[in-house]
């Protein structure tokens, strides 16, 4: 098994074809990398320092090509909207052209209501079908008892977002790595294998700058090329 880590800025823009992308949310860094790490079933992600930029793991498992997008607490309490929509932006272009799932990691004792508003925000910045792609992988909860698990299922913000995303969920408690690549498989069945168009204005801002810049670039080659011309033909 192979995988590379990539920081935002060392990443090309452009994605391998045939390959399953999935973002991770949710309210705790430590949870979605465990779980990140529990999908390629070895440590990639340092769940005790949480970066302030997204990272990326691709690799094999199973022969499938995989590609997870772990991002920084985009709902945390102070998160400004600059933040927040660089941070989306930059998931964007790390999943290009579209992610496939975004899997989101709940942890039930600590989702509130505010949790859930963020989230769904979130969400919605990506694209309005967001829900669509979106599959919830509840963590298991830290104290354990009979009718806890229903319990917190029946929790309204887990309930509500549970509902929002077509009652695809999980518990991890018991879960195999196979169970879940198959539920992510899922996800993308219902979709025809099709990812999620999610073009926000900041992506579609920076694709722009990027296209001025290489058209610039290059018409700087061509004067070179021809300045360099006349002068051979002067001489």
């Known amino acids: 098994y192979k995988v590379f880590i990539e ?27 465990s779980v990140g790490n529990f999908i390629v079933g070895t440590t990639v992600f340092n769940t005790e320092e949480e970066p302030d930029c997204c990272l990326t793991v691709r690799g094999w498992v199973k022969e499938k090509h995989i590609v997870l997008i ?29 992610p496939h799932v975004f ?27 967001s829900f669509d792609h979106s599959l919830v992988l509840m963590s298991t909860p830290r104290e354990e008892g009979p009718g806890l698990m229903e319990k917190y299922h029946q929790h309204p913000p887990l309930k509500e977002m549970i509902r929002d995303c077509h009652y695809r969920f999980l518990w991890q408690k018991d879960l195999e790595p196979a169970e879940l690549l198959t539920r992510l498989g899922q996800v ?27 058209h610039r670039r290059m018409m700087m080659m061509f004067d070179d090329m021809m300045s360099d011309s006349l002068s051979e033909s002067g001489e």
Do not use: A
């Open 188 to 214: 993308v069945k219902e979709h025809d294998g099709k990812h999620l168009n999610c073009r926000s204005e900041i992506w579609t801002r920076d694709m722009e700058k990027m296209r001025r810049m290489i």
């Open 7 to 33: 920081e935002f800025y060392s990443n090309s823009v452009f994605s391998p074809v045939s390959e399953l992308r999935v973002v991770l949310l949710g309210n705790s860094w430590s949870q979605r990398s």
């Open 70 to 98: 772990n991002t920084p607490d985009l709902l945390h309490p102070y998160i400004s909207e600059y933040r927040l929509r660089r941070n989306i932006g930059t998931c964007e272009r790390l999943s290009d052209p579209g």
């Open 103 to 129: 899997l989101l990691v709940l942890q039930p004792e600590d989702f509130t209501e505010e949790h859930k508003l963020k989230l769904c925000r979130v969400l919605n910045l990506f694209s309005d079908q």
